[in-house]
């Protein structure tokens, strides 16, 4: 079977963040199209654009109240049209963000099953009746708070494992299901690559409903192991697969977060419903598996090594992954990982770029991401944008944190770190729109955009650019198998690549310090210093080395 997808380049688009064309501060499809000279150049070959569906944007387009229509702050359909031939004609295919898991509260669906409770549409939710009084079940939602919202006042609820304004469509319900596969090849048949498939381990739920143990001062328990990767999810995903993708041969990305190893076949082993996944194991490693922002976990550069191996290792064994090192959900890269911001510099920058870019599975760089966009650390609760940000920061104040604490948690973690608006140039609004944008700009975007690093040499877009180009040069980088490099100080992160062609190598410097290592010789092919000393990394060095 011709993987295609293997070959790709994913550049991930928040379209609300990254080229406004019509002056109303939010970023729109036209902007796309109109940077779509820049992304050849930098040389991707695949756009995930995040959701542009119609939405009232309670969590910014991944609550849809029509599957079949754009949002207007993004522009029309024909605007979509426009850009998947544009940038097809550039080689660049799109895929959509696909969000199943549920629907906003302004579908027609839940409207209709909100005020008709004998119509068809009720059970195309999940909606129970009060127990002893109280919710169906004491389950904590992911944005915080009861997964369960009562229906005015009588006595039912409807689940949400997500916000209030996102209900959860009950997959348990043949017809529902029908209708989503009829949306899915509806879009497929437009010509679109493919989707990442959104929060798809949760479509299954415990049919039990029965409570958990309690594990928060809100008398909630974290509804993940009742609502996310349930015995006999695989029967959805094996009629989804037969139904919709295998019909198009397009390319599924799937996010799933809290998968273990053993489980991965499901998702993307030889029968299963994708064409890769991102993992998440290797990814959330400062927080606690609930996903709580204030668990704060320490680590080490060790630590993480371990986590990112462990994930070639498994993946490896069983199918192919989406590499990443941030998206729409995470925090800055560089903040997540080189913790000091003194260290912030294009060196540490170079050396995450090669290390999560070598990794054996399909790369996805994140708007930003290419030009060393960094954090920020917002003053108050009140500039935050981000629905998951506001229910942790309220969480952590319910556990007993204060509030400059709540921030603090919030501020390392918050998902409006990574939405901030594109820095294109040093004009005002860096050049992602002539007006005040819909969330607060980065300040330091006279230094860190687009256009002082274009032609400037070295510059982290200029290092890119050259992994991109060396990928789809050396079929090594695409098809090696990964190897772990032993026998490494504890700072550094090195493997391989292997196939019958031949060995790459990447070695990658964590520390601030230089460090001895072994001697690994070879014609060096990319690299973040001028030199390469045997024996020797420099401080946050990267380099590639073909043996
Ligand atoms: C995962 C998405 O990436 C995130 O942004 C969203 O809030 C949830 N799923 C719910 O759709």
Redesign the pocket.
Known sequence: MNEWWKNEVAYQIYPRSFKDTNHDGIGDIKGITEKLDYLENLGVTLLWL?PIYKSPMD??G??ISDYYDINPEFGTMQDLEELIQEAKKKNIKIIM?L?I??TSDEHPWFKEAMTNPHSPYRDYYIFKSAKNGKAPTNWRS??GGSVWEKVGDTEDYYFH??SKR?PDLNWENPQMRQDLYKMINWWLEKGIAGFRV??INFIKKDQRYQDGAVDGADGLSACFAFSRNQPGIEKFFEEMKRETFAKHHCMTVA?AVGVNYPDLGIFIGDQGCFSMMFDFNYSNFDIGEDEEWFKRKTWSPKDYRELLFTSQREIQKIGWVASFLE???QPRSIDKLIVNKEDHNYYSKTMLAGMFFHLRGTPFIYQGQEIGMVNFTRQSIDEFND??SIGQYQRAIEEGYSKEEALHFVNLRS?DNTRTPMHWDDSEYAGFSDTEPWIKMMDNYKEINVANQLSKEPSVFQFYKKMIALRKAEPILVEGDFEELSEMPDDVIAYSRVSAEGTISCLCNFSRNSIKIRNIEGIVLLNNYPEYQLGELKPFQFVMIKQ
């Open positions: 995040c969590d910014n991944y609550d963000d969000v898991n549920h992911v944005f494992a997500f996102q959104d929060a996010e998206n729409h959900d629905i998951g998902r």
